[in-house]
């Protein structure tokens, strides 16, 4: 298992060196309604650095690239993945190309994700902390 400072290091190298895509959806994550809480980027949690993670609902979206399409990284994705789950946490992951394409449907579906549906009213959310 990696160190936790070497995972703090690596994730912070990380934030000093965002895609375009994840400084686009940073932006927008900062202008949603949501009370009492927020997300970090490239946060990690156990053995993986995720790309952005709300703590008060347990949701974590990660960003592809075309990369991922590639049989090996799909592969590490799918594992990556199944931890995350496995641990309790909920991944919804987004193409790069629907950040460029249509920022808003992204948006609403992590709204959704977050508060059951657009139309649903913001709740302050409270972190969870061990």
Wanted: net charge positive.
């Amino acid at each position: 298992m990696v160190s936790t400072l070497i995972r703090r290091a690596a994730a912070k190298k990380l934030r000093a060196n965002t895609t375009p895509h994840e400084r686009m959806l940073w932006r927008a994550l900062k202008e949603l309604p949501i009370e009492g809480s927020h997300f970090r980027r490239q946060a990690p949690i156990g053995p993986y650095i995720v790309d952005f993670f709300c703590p008060a609902k347990h949701l974590i979206i990660e960003l592809d690239g075309g990369h991922h399409n590639e049989d090996e990284t799909a592969a590490r994705d799918s594992t990556r993945q199944s931890w995350l789950e496995n641990e309790g946490y909920r991944v919804i992951r987004f193409w790069n190309s629907e950040i460029n394409s249509d920022l808003t449907a992204v948006l609403e579906r992590i709204y959704a994700e977050l508060y059951g549906s657009r139309e649903a009213e913001t709740i302050r959310l409270k972190h969870r902390r061990k």
